[in-house]
């Protein structure tokens, strides 16, 4: 079977921003791009090419019509895929990328697979090392017990008259 | 037949007889419910039992068993223990019992309660605040920090993590302690014994399997992070701070961090357990406003 090119409308970037657009600052870092397939014919999308600008990670999702009956869902087929190893350097930033299909037989949905793009992917979870996410819930935790104290601060003053950390009366009465 | 009347003023005693018309054995039945009645009531156990299940109702807590059976075990500290040699026993004798049983109360909820926490901080420090025979009323200096220290070690944290804490937040023996000051101070003592436990469970995710110390440089990684994304909060404020809080604290970043702390160069050392507590509880009260 020989590979054609789907016909799709891309329509323009929508930015994602909390808050008010007009005076808010700065311009927003998440950015939604639809792709609409106008041709009614089914087809197994197998590839996607596209040229990246400045863009650090990219999410995919898919909204598929299973059958007539039952309503489309929305899939996400890819997360966070890092486009882009550090932001602020120029790697990636303008790279031709290509994302593949690997079709997993027990799944209803084609599963994604990056292909190995520019970046090397860190390997989140590594022989020996402890749970990353058992860690993280921990920490966080602390973290918030410690934010809460540091909220929590109370105005009241005992009424200490020190100088230098010092009782004295002699001292206290030449300030 | 006879109705059982609830409020008779005396107990009547069962052998009595007196109305021939009326069934004995009602009578007797109605007379042993009185007195029984009246027995709980004059021995103080549906006072007891009515506070404890007021009590119950203000802490909603998760195991209400648990939580009953903790409060009549402290219901022990209510009653007088042997007194002491030396000092004249009222005395001492009487501020253990103010401690015991301020201890008690503010043992009742949970600090996140938060309502039903300050409740309990107000009863405790009346409760040692009470005047005595020989006590000026208020709570001084000395009561305060003794009480400090009663609660972390009763809530096992070690010496060595807490010092710090109460050297910022202990008041000078002879000052008296305003309400402010000691409910602060409660909270911040319940809030570092929860932080300290979550360390320790902390410390057990990173400990190596059969032995009690974790590689040094996975719990200085995870430590550094920690004081990163507080002093993160230092620099900005509101929810970007949480934001900046919530990636540097994620599964991924940190997995990175333990990844780039063991391919490092430096060798692997142990961390007891005792240090990574100190160390930990060293980020806590760092942001601990200090008394003054």
Redesign the interface.
């Known amino acids: 079977m020989s590979r054609v090119s789907v016909p799709c409308h891309v329509k323009g970037t929508v930015a994602l921003q909390v808050g008010d657009v007009r005076t808010s600052h700065g311009r927003p870092g998440v950015l939604v791009i639809d792709v609409t397939f106008p041709s009614v014919a089914p087809f197994e999308l197998q590839e996607i090419t596209f040229k990246n600008y400045y863009t650090a990670f990219l999410s995919i999702r898919v909204r598929q019509h299973t059958s007539m009956h039952t309503p489309a869902k929305w899939v996400t087929c890819l997360r966070d895929y890092c486009l882009m190893p550090d932001p602020h350097s120029e790697e990636g930033a303008q790279e031709y990328v290509s994302l593949f299909k690997h079709q997993s037989p027990s799944m209803t949905f084609p599963k994604w697979l990056s292909h190995p793009g520019p970046c090397e992917q860190p390997v989140p979870l590594l022989e020996g090392l402890p749970d990353p996410s058992r860690v993280s819930s921990e920490v966080q935790q602390m973290w918030a017990l410690t934010e809460m104290i540091r909220a929590s601060h109370t105005s009241a003053r005992i009424g200490r008259f020190d100088v230098d950390g010092c009782y004295d009366l002699n001292l206290l009465s030449y300030t | 037949m006879a109705a059982v009347e609830k409020r008779r003023p005396a107990v009547v005693p069962a052998a009595n007889f007196a109305d021939s018309g009326r069934p004995s054995v009602s009578r007797a039945a109605a007379a042993a419910a009185e007195s029984e009645e009246d027995f709980l009531r004059q021995v103080g156990v549906t006072e007891m039992l009515r506070a404890a299940l007021l009590k119950v109702l203000e802490a909603r807590p998760e195991e209400p068993i648990a939580f009953l059976a903790h409060y009549f075990e402290n219901m022990g500290l209510r009653s007088p223990a042997n007194g002491g040699a030396g000092e004249p026993p009222g005395q001492l004798l009487l501020q253990q019992q103010r401690l015991g049983r301020a201890l008690w109360h503010l043992r009742l909820a949970h600090h996140s309660q938060r309502t039903a926490f300050n409740n309990n901080v107000g009863v405790a420090y009346e409760c040692l605040s009470a005047s005595g025979r020989k006590k000026k009323p208020g709570l001084d200096g000395r009561t305060y920090s003794e009480l400090l220290k009663r609660i972390c070690r009763d809530g096992e944290a070690p010496e060595e993590v807490v010092a710090p804490l109460l050297r910022k937040i202990q ?2 023996d002879h ?4 309400l ?2 000691f ?2 101070g409660m ?2 003592c319940f ?2 014994l ?2 300290v436990a ?2 320790s ?2 410390f057990q ?2 400990e190596g399997p059969a032995v009690a110390v974790a590689d040094r440089r ?1 719990g200085q990684a ?1 430590l550094d ?2 004081e990163g ?2 002093q993160a ?1 230092d620099n900005s404020a509101g929810p970007a701070c949480y934001l900046e ?2 990636s540097r ?4 970043s ?3 961090a ?2 780039r702390a ?1 391919s490092g160069r430096r060798p692997s050392s142990p961390m007891t357990r005792e240090e990574f507590l100190e160390k ?1 509880a060293a ?2 009260i760092a ?3 200090p ?2």
Request: a neutral charge; aromatic letters at 4%.
């Open positions: 008041c000078r000052e008296a302690v305003p402010d000051v409910r602060a909270l911040t809030v570092l929860e932080f979550r360390a469970a902390l995710l990173l996975v995870v992070t920690l994304a507080l909060s809080a919530g604290l994620g599964p991924d940190l997995a990175l333990m990844d063991m930990a980020l806590f942001k601990v406003k008394v003054g």
